[in-house]
């Protein structure tokens, strides 16, 4: 019974991630069209808007729906779809080649600004649940 839980987890968070990362996918392309490919704006709002998400989901599963929604239900939404939403592992590739282009402000700037406002983004969806508490 252990192990059928175990590899239905791994299921959710498989299905979830592949969901998420065609998001990330087509919001990336989308993103890089519009505003060009000088600075990574496409995975830049996605981390940012993945961290809001991921307060608003969060904050909702622990403060509005604990009694509704199943432990199936928070794993593919939080580590299935927006972890694979979300892309620091991109982020991080995006820092080492405005690094090595030479941009040192831009790489900085892209880190701290992301760090920052993905933080920030993520409490503001904690507060807004809490909010409508």
């Not at 592949?18 to 000088?38: D, I, K, P, Q």
């Not at 600075?39 to 009694?67: D, E, K, S, Y």
């Amino acid at each position: 019974m252990r192990y059928q839980a175990g590899m239905k987890a791994y299921l959710l968070v498989f299905f979830g991630a592949g969901f998420g990362g065609m998001m990330r996918h087509g919001a990336n392309v989308a993103v890089t069209r519009s505003l060009g490919s000088e600075f990574p704006w496409g995975i830049f709002l996605i981390n940012v808007t993945g961290c809001l998400l991921m307060g608003l989901i969060a904050g909702w599963l622990a403060f509005r729906a604990q009694h509704v929604w199943s432990q199936d239900a928070r794993i593919l939404l939080t580590t299935g779809v927006l972890g694979g939403y979300t892309t620091f592992s991109a982020f991080s590739l995006d820092f080492a080649t405005l690094w090595e282009r030479g941009a040192h402000s831009y790489a900085i700037i892209y880190v701290l600004a992301s760090v920052v406002l993905s933080l920030a983004a993520v409490f503001l969806g904690l507060t807004i649940v809490r909010m409508m508490s």
